[in-house]
């Protein structure tokens, strides 16, 4: 059995990752972030840098969404109004602010101002209404931006339950494992 390098396994896992992104590139694309809002030790000017790096390799993208909590959803917003692309808030429900404290609120004021907004009718319990905004995320998005270090959702509506949605959906993810500082595209 022939062994691979870590070398050549990067380099073989950076090809296939080339060919979906070329395959996709051009494009009027809408695409979509699920992803952390807390974890120790995530380096979020990776994060930043990161995302800014994909978005301009993907070229061609038309639209974001995202539905602006607290972490990756605001960086990646940034990100893509920084770059000039129009962003879309999608709100899980009326009144989704009271979920948002501090410098994330601010945030997400400073956000949301520059940003379309759908607000999502999201009148049971919150969690579900999060799930519910992420998955109309997928359902509208071409490729799906998921910051995320692979352990199972820590609540219903997480981004792991985001990401295996979008995978069962057989959406493009462009995974960003922020522990790992490691990138893959499927």
């Not at 050549?8 to 990752?17: G, I, L, N, V, Y």
Request: aromatic share 6%.
């Amino acid at each position: 059995m022939l062994e691979k390098t870590r070398e050549q396994e990067r380099h073989s896992s950076h090809d296939r990752r080339s060919r979906m992104l070329r395959c996709v590139m051009n494009r009027n694309l809408t695409v979509g972030i699920a992803g952390h809002q807390k974890r120790r030790g995530l380096d979020w000017n990776w994060v930043n840098a990161t995302l800014r790096a994909e978005l301009v390799a993907l070229g061609g993208v038309s639209r974001a969404l995202s539905s602006l909590a607290a972490g990756a959803d605001q960086r990646f917003a940034t990100v893509a109004l920084e770059l000039n692309i129009p962003v879309t808030a999608v709100l899980p429900m009326s009144g989704y602010e009271r979920f948002l404290r501090g410098k994330d609120l601010a945030r997400y004021q400073v956000l949301l101002a520059r940003c379309e907004q759908l607000v999502l009718d999201g009148t049971g319990r919150p969690n579900e209404a999060f799930l519910a905004a992420g998955h109309y995320i997928v359902d509208h998005c071409d490729v799906l931006f998921a910051v995320w270090d692979e352990l199972p959702a820590g609540a219903m509506g997480g981004t792991g339950d985001v990401v295996e949605y979008a995978r069962r959906s057989e959406r493009r993810v462009v995974h960003l494992n922020p522990m790992e500082r490691r990138v893959t595209a499927t």
